[in-house]
């Protein structure tokens, strides 16, 4: 191999090593994903510069910035590093295709369907689940997952989006902060603590359009889960729109009451979704057909939001 072939092709190590202190901006946090010392990462990036002739990194005594030049690499080896581990993901998927990594989001997961995954691991013994929580986009490959359950819109990049379920959200609050707040007409919520959820973040706006209200809508706390914000509502700090099916429990032994009697669906739906490149493997098959026949199979899933807001 010549000289200039040798520049043009750097080792898979210090590419792995730029890669990870792009992203990290730390050598130290660089190494700890590596699991390499803080002065090998050093080493590998010492040597990457010196083949190229380039400094990638500004370094100071506090971090680690790209330099321009380091910019413009990390734009053009950055989707072939990407690609390089959805291509070694898929071959090691073929060898353990009956492992299927899962993203769940926490309270669908807990709530909906992990008290549904005794049958499907009945029909499918063969196949190993692993769930990790995620709220919003990731990198699939990056985050080595094939697929998720997503609250949102079809806009996953480079991914199919399979529509599972809509839901139905309405107000809820705790009884007791009912009884010393009356609402009586819509425009009562306007002067309430409302509660938003950050996968959800134009919800009020959206219900309140819904029944006809107009003018700004107060911004109260700000919650990245539900479990969280259900738990402030029982403790009767405010008022949240909640998906009625989710909180089936608390609304049936009083914890929770709806504020007011309207409910609408959300304009956000449940999909699954997976990268194209492992749309076809057997397992992510097997689920997403399990997983539409649970959806078809189950009761009224409106059931719980007819009995909550009559």
């Known amino acids: 191999m010549t000289t200039l072939s040798r520049r043009l092709l750097p080792s898979t190590s210090a590419l792995a090593a730029f890669d990870a202190v792009a992203r990290y901006g730390s050598f130290s946090e660089a190494a700890e994903e590596l699991s390499l010392t803080q002065g090998a990462i050093s080493r590998q990036i010492n040597g990457l510069e010196e083949l190229l002739g380039v400094v990638l990194f500004e370094r100071t005594s506090r971090r680690v910035a790209l330099s321009e030049a380091g910019q413009k690499y990390l734009q053009a080896v950055g989707p072939a590093l990407a690609a390089i581990r959805a291509a070694s993901l ?4 073929q060898t353990k295709a009956t492992t299927l990594n ?4 926490p309270t669908f997961g807990t709530r909906w369907l992990i008290p549904r995954i005794p049958r499907f691991v009945a ?5 190993t689940l692993n769930f990790s929580t995620r709220i919003g986009q990731f990198d699939f490959a990056r985050e080595q997952l094939d697929a998720a359950i997503h609250i949102g819109q079809p806009d996953w990049p480079n991914a199919d989006c399979t529509y599972l379920m809509g839901e139905t959200v309405a107000p809820v609050c705790s009884p007791g902060f009912l009884n010393a707040h009356p609402i009586q007409v819509p425009e009562d919520l306007l002067r309430l603590p409302l509660f938003t959820m950050a996968s959800r973040p134009g919800a009020w706006d959206y219900w309140f359009k819904s029944i006809g209200v107009s003018g700004p809508v107060p911004h109260g706390m700000r919650f990245e889960q539900f479990s969280n914000v259900s738990q402030a509502c029982i403790a009767g700090l405010g008022v949240a729109l909640m998906p009625l099916f989710l909180i089936g429990a608390e609304l049936e032994s009083g914890q929770l009451v709806v504020a007011y009697p309207h409910s609408v669906k959300s304009p956000s739906n449940y999909y699954f979704v997976t990268p194209r490149d492992r749309a076809h493997l057997p397992a992510v098959q097997a689920f997403l057909s399990w997983l539409l026949d649970e959806i078809r199979d189950q ?6 939001e007819l009995m909550a807001i009559s």
């Open 299 to 304: 009761q009224d899933p409106h059931a719980i």
């Open 102 to 105: 899962l993203a769940l989001l």
């Open 123 to 127: 029909k499918h013994p063969d196949i």
């Open 90 to 93: 898929q071959l090691m998927s």
